[in-house]
């Protein structure tokens, strides 16, 4: 009986010892826990504080590049090629002979004229003279009338003969002149399509070759309509200000990103709208002595289009895209929570964007730590700097 009591004795304090245990092992977990809640605190975002700045609104739009005067070479007359005279590629003069044809045809036309001119001449001194008789003798009565009227009307037929025949003399020395062809504009010279020895033929389609202005040279690009009412209205409302009465620069962006170093102007822009893109062309002439732009290259033009007064930027960083495309930015409230604004994006300015809706003067815009907030999320602010830079 001794020993079962003892033995009890044993077990009660063992699972005593086991409760005990237990317990403190649960609530050491727990205060570890609620420790590392504590310890957690809010994430730290960087902020600018938006304020309105005077910004020059410019439009990055696709464009080529498009000589400013195109001439094809073609013959007037048709004729044997007995010359060259120009090197493929070099830059020519208007009126530099470029080809000579074989004369001998024209040389003879020219002096059959010139012999017809001196024939008709010839016989309009005759009847110059005949008809100052006949008019003594019909002031005399020895003459009929009749005969008189039949000098007189003799006289006129001479001289039109000698204006016909000077005529044809002027139009044989034309067609001399045409062979030497010469450069029509001055620019520069595209490959020779023909040899010496080679038959051409007036009025050919296919042209001897090509001379093109390149100095300056023309941008063409596109702007869509929507956008260019859109400026159009804010003009009229106040909002925009036109660049003045200057016509605007245009800078040249080449295909591998770099600025052009010549800004051009705006010569024009077009009156109808392309029913398949929506866009109306723009053109623009560019400075281009060096012949660094060549007609058909793929470029970017950069427009300047007006002048806002109380322009919204964003740094470009801060702006994301959501899954629908929409641009969207966070910004930290008075409260310091997170709000996530949906905006609408006017183009750029320098590295900013330019924000037409979605937020305002004095907002705390995110722009660093994005990645670790979410809409409704409590901060800590920390200012990144003051308002974005890069308006003119």
Known sequence: MRSLSLIGVCVLLALSACSGGTGAAGSTANTGRSGGRGSRGPVEV??????????????????????????????QVSG?????????????????????????????????????????EAQLHTVQLRAER??????????????RDDVVASLAQAQADVGTAKAALRSAEVNLAYTHIVAPISGRIEVSNVTEGALVTANQTAELTTVQQLDPIFVDFTQSADELLRLRQQFTSGSLQRLGNNRAKVHVILGDGSLYPRAGVLEFTGVSVSSGTGAITLRASVPNPERLLLPGMYVRATLEQGISQAAILAPQRSVQRNPSGDAVAFVVDAAGKVQQRQLKIGGTVGDNWLVTAGLAAGDRLVVEGMQKIKEGDTVKVATSGGAPAGAK
Not at 47 to 64: D, K, S
Not at 137 to 145: E, R
């Open 134 to 147: 006949y008019k003594q003798l019909a002031a005399a009565g020895i003459i009929s009338q009749q005969e």
């Open 80 to 120: 044997i090629v007995q010359k060259r005279l120009f090197t493929e590629g070099s830059e020519v003069k208007a009126g530099q002979p470029l080809y000579e044809l074989d004369p001998g045809t024209y040389l003879a036309a020219r002096e059959s004229a010139a012999a017809t001119v001196g024939k008709t």
């Open 46 to 75: 960087g902020v600018v504080v938006l304020a309105t700045q005077r910004a020059a609104i410019t439009a990055e739009l696709p464009g080529r590049t498009v000589a400013v005067r195109v001439a094809q070479v073609r013959p």
